[in-house]
């Protein structure tokens, strides 16, 4: 798709979120939707196609671009990406619950939080993601450990120098 239908595209898009109400959300709406997002693997392209909603939308809403997404696009992407729809909504409305128990990630996502009596800006929180996810996601075995802590530590360095 060029670059002119694709801003005709984000044009309807507007315009829809205008007729249904749209929310205003945190940053955090757009780093936990890429957080999904990248979970399953799917680009951009890719999930436009399964949910409907425009990648060029998707990617304004992941950086935060775009803050006032429409209730039927939060569903659209939540059922693309197989995740409970309270899970999305709770990025928008935090209502803490007792006894909830929360994957680490959402946590670090869904709140603010301070280091060194500073807010972490978005870059720095996104980067701190990655080192969590880096984590749990590699092998760490005799035969991959020195790449894995080689790869944790250019993530530290990434982060130490957003924050």
């Known amino acids: 798709m060029n ?6 595209v ?5 315009v829809d979120e205008e007729k249904e109400g749209g929310l205003t959300v945190s940053d955090n709406f757009g780093i936990m939707l890429k957080h999904y997002r990248k979970l399953k693997n799917l680009s951009l392209k890719q999930l436009e196609e399964i949910s409907g909603v425009s990648a060029s939308y998707v990617n304004r809403l992941e950086r935060g671009e775009r803050k006032s ?5 939060i569903l659209q992407l939540a059922e693309a990406l ?5 899970v999305l909504v709770a ?3 935090q209502e803490p619950r007792k006894n909830e128990k929360v994957d680490l990630s959402e946590l670090l996502i869904k709140h603010e939080y301070l280091l060194k009596g500073g807010t972490l800006s978005r870059d720095a929180k996104e980067r ?4 969590i996810e880096h984590i749990t996601q590699c092998q760490w075995s005799s035969d991959t450990k020195i790449r894995d802590l080689y790869v944790l530590a ?9 924050v």
């Open 82 to 86: 197989e995740i409970p729809n309270s």
């Open 154 to 162: 250019e993530l530290v360095d990434q982060f130490k120098l957003a």
């Open 10 to 14: 984000d044009v309807l898009d507007e």
């Open 128 to 131: 701190l993601l990655k080192i």
């Open 3 to 8: 670059e002119v239908m694709l801003k005709d």
């Open 91 to 93: 990025t928008i409305i």
């Open 69 to 73: 997404p429409s209730i039927t696009k």
